[in-house]
């Protein structure tokens, strides 16, 4: 083991244990205290030696029991490297703008597409909202709605917040063009170039590449389908690493679907506290819930200003008006002058026509209607998929938004797929597009949001008789 680091070593001799069976499935390893102490070694070693094991998928973190070995020694379920997370540079973009040229193709079925269909959102109300709303503008507001913005928006969105339990102040809201532009402006509010960033792996490829405009570095961490980030996997990262931001989902995850119970957002939002990391918090499903209530936000849970919770009007009202906003804590102000700094401000008319259509509009009638559709939309894409996906291939159980995460079994390669799909008017999005490690090879989302597409249920077909073909020996 000549030329190993110490936590390899330390890694190594574990390895061989726990596969020669001498430390048999389900049994408990060290603590990270013990450990240190009885080999000579810091705690941060201990942690990487753990990381690592984990990564291999030999152990697993079990809340507040420590770590044990898993009872069928198997490949992680999301990581394909079996080193731990370092930061790496992000270069995704190529990779990215290929699959989504391919989505705008007109004609082809949009399973690869980030939007639901443009007929379930009430275009004609928000139409009526538009003229209504420009009409009762006073003409010197037209150009005085500076950042942080509309304030009637922001009172509504406040209003909003304040309805569902989370606490948060028009003062802090500031309104930008959609979501994509709250998340940068946030990042960039806490960052600089070459700093290190958590991200979940797989995640949204537009996180992956404002990290790669931005000059950041990626730190991966686990997000399973069902539970969504690994906090243990995160706290030796942040333990490990000087972690400058996380940008994370914790509700709806995309590509995943991935929902964190609440306790665990608690116990995020401790972690992230005790070392003072802010987080981006991309919440744009939040109002796509299936369930009765909506999931608290990793907002509801910051008590102090740590959390950018940002969000947008685009998947749930208002595609295209381009209007979102970020409810920024203590980084309200910095954030406001990075905007006007940028873009100056978000189009008044898109923001009249919303705090308009808030007002009265018939917002919670839209939502409902909306999340029944989707929910109903989710089974029976799951149904259909279970009836023409090969054997062992594994589908997520997501509470609201429409993608489904599909793991074929390996062998599949769903980029391949994805350009033979293309040929035959399918467009879906393949795996690697959600990481920087190119990982998830034989994955891919799937969105269900397009209710009287009637092209779906054969593009299932297709995709399983694609998926079937590349398991045939
Ligand atoms: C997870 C996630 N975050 C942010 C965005 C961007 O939202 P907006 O269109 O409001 O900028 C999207 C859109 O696809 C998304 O899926």
Not at 64 to 87: H, I, K
Not at 166 to 179: K, M, S
Not at 361 to 371: I, P, S, T
Not at 420 to 449: D, H, K, V, Y
Request: aromatic share 8%; glycine share 6%.
């Amino acid at each position: 083991m000549a030329g190993l680091r110490r936590y390899q070593r330390y890694a190594e001799e574990l390895t061989a244990l726990i596969r020669s069976g001498e430390m048999a499935p389900g049994t408990r390893l060290p603590s990270v205290r013990e450990a240190s102490r009885s080999r000579r070694i810091s705690p941060a070693t201990v942690f990487e030696a753990f990381y690592l094991l984990q990564a291999r998928g030999l152990i697993e973190s079990r809340p507040r029991s420590g770590f044990f070995v898993r009872s069928a020694p198997q490949a992680a379920p999301v990581r394909a490297t079996s080193t731990a997370p370092r930061s790496r540079a992000v270069a995704v973009s190529d990779l990215v703008f290929e699959v989504l040229e391919a989505t705008r193709r007109p004609g082809v079925a949009p399973l690869g597409s980030a939007f639901p269909g443009v007929d379930l959102f009430p275009l004609k109300q928000l139409a009526r909202a538009l003229n209504t709303g420009m009409r009762q503008l006073e003409p010197a507001r037209i150009v005085e709605d500076l950042p942080p913005g509309n304030e009637r928006l922001r009172r509504q969105i406040a209003l909003r917040y304040a309805l569902s339990g989370t606490r948060v102040a028009p003062d802090e809201i500031v309104i930008t063009n959609g979501a994509m532009e709250a998340l940068t402006l946030s990042l960039q509010a806490v960052t600089q170039p070459g700093d290190a960033v958590v991200v979940e792996s797989p995640c949204f490829y537009a996180a992956l590449q404002a990290l790669e405009r931005l000059r950041l570095k990626v730190v991966e961490i686990p997000c399973d389908p069902r539970h969504g980030l690994d906090l243990a996997a995160l706290r030796m990262a942040l333990h490990r690493q000087d972690v400058k931001a996380c940008w994370l989902m914790p509700s709806f995850q995309n590509p995943t679907g991935a929902s964190m119970p609440e306790a665990r957002r608690r116990e995020l939002l401790a972690l992230l506290e005790s070392h003072e990391v802010p987080l981006v918090e991309d919440d744009v499903y939040a109002e796509l819930y299936y369930g009765a209530h909506p999931p608290s936000p990793a907002k509801a849970f910051d008590s102090r200003g740590l959390v950018m919770h940002c969000s947008s009007f685009s998947k749930c009202l208002a595609p295209g008006y381009r209007v979102g906003w970020v409810a920024a804590g203590r980084y309200a102000q910095a954030i406001t002058r990075a905007k006007v700094m940028t873009t100056l401000s978000t189009a008044v008319p898109s923001q009249q026509a919303l705090a308009e259509y808030l007002a009265h509009g018939g917002y919670e009638r839209h939502l409902r209607k909306l999340r029944r559709t989707l929910a109903r939309q989710h089974e029976i894409a799951a149904r259909m998929a279970a009836r023409y996906f090969p054997a062992g291939t594994q589908l997520s159980s997501p509470e609201g938004g429409y993608f489904l995460w599909v793991q074929f079994p390996q062998g599949v390669d769903t980029l391949q797929m994805h350009r033979e799909a293309l040929e035959r008017g399918i467009n879906i999005a393949p795996g690697q597009i959600f990481s920087a490690t190119r990982a998830f090879g034989n994955c891919l989302r799937l969105n269900f949001g397009h209710p009287r597409d009637a092209r779906f249920e054969p593009a299932l077909k297709v995709i399983g008789e694609l998926a079937a073909a590349a398991l045939r020996p």
